[in-house]
Structure formats: structure tokens, C-alpha cells
């Protein structure tokens, strides 16, 4: 077997490990602290429980799509430095994963259902993306970086206004992801045609509506 063969096929078994740990959880350990841990706790009646709990499902949901894009992406992207920086981004992803995780068992609810539909379609698509080339990948990370953001801001308009705890972590990971998207800007992403931005809504529309749900 020669070198190349080898780290093809560990590349693969890896990538595996790493779908495996992201759809059925426990998250790999993050990199940093929840944003969670230096808020204080407060009381929450069950409605605001509830819908707080369902909110973070679907933030949760959205991390698994990502962890899953930039897998798929970092599997398809022909220049290393692109892959490396595709790599990384999941890494800080893994984050946002594990600290929506943390926060929806607070909350007394599940992870979706669903996750592993939302891991392999969105894996899929991550492939594509990278297959489609590099600038049109990292075009891909800006759209979808930008429809996050907005889909955040939206979350944290309808949080119940002192669950501190669930608040912070969106705001760190709004920071987080328009820090992705720059990156990718910087690295040369092309801006993606209009028809390609309104599937990608749809899509999400799709799954934050069921993930609320399942
Ligand atoms: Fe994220
Ligand atoms: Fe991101």
C-alpha cells in the first residue's frame, strides 16, 4: 500500500470516528470553557424552559450541519491550505456543539432526532461544495456563515430575556462564525449566485422548522 493510499484511508476511518462522535454525541471535549460558566444561573418557569430548550435543539442541530459541512468540504478541497483551514474552523465549530449539547440537557431536553439526516445531507453538500472548487467552498462558508448569524440574532431575539446562560453562548458563537466568514473572505471566497443563497435558506428553513419539533 503506498503513502498515498494510506492516508486516504485513514483520512477515512477518522472522518468516520468523527461523524460517529458528532451525531450520536457525547461532543468531543471543546477547546474553550461554555460562555455558559460565567453567567449566573436563573430561575426559568416551564414555558420559558421549554421553548429555550427547543431554541438550543435547533442551535444544536445547525452545529451538527456544520461540523458535517466542514467535514465534507475538508475531504473534496484540493489546496491543502484551504483543507487546513476548513479543518480548523470544524474544530472551533466542535465547540458551539458541545456547549448547545451541555446547555440543552440543562434544560431538561433532547438533541434532535434527527441528526443523523441533518449530518449526511449536510455532509453531502459540504462535498459538493469543495468538489465545485475552492473559491466557490469557501463562498459557501461566507453564505452560510452570514444565514447563521441572522438565524442567531433571530434566537436571541426570542430566548426569554434572562436565561443568561443560553444567551452567551449565541453571542460567542456569533462572534465565532462571522470570524469564519472573514476568513474565508480573505482566502479568496467567490460570492455564490442568487439561486444557490435561496436553496441554502430553504434548506435551513427545513431543518430549523423540524428540529424545533424532533
Ligand atoms: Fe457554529
Ligand atoms: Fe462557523
New binding site residues.
Partial sequence: MNGRTHSSIDRLIQGFDQALHTVFGPAPAPSRPTPAAAQAKTDLSDAEREIAGRLMRINHAGEIS?QALYQGQAVTARLPTVRNKMEQ?AT??ND?LAWTEERIRELGTHTSLLAPLWYAGSFGIGALAGLAGDKWSLGFVVE??RQ?IRHLDSHLARLPDHDAKSRAILEQMKD??AR?ATTALAAGAAALPGPVKALMQLTSKVMTRTAYWI
Avoid: M, N, Y
Wanted: proline residues 0%; glycine residues 0%; hydrophobic residues 25%.
Fill in positions: 456544520a474552523a472551533e465549530e458551539h452560510t456563515e447563521v465565532d462564525e469564519h
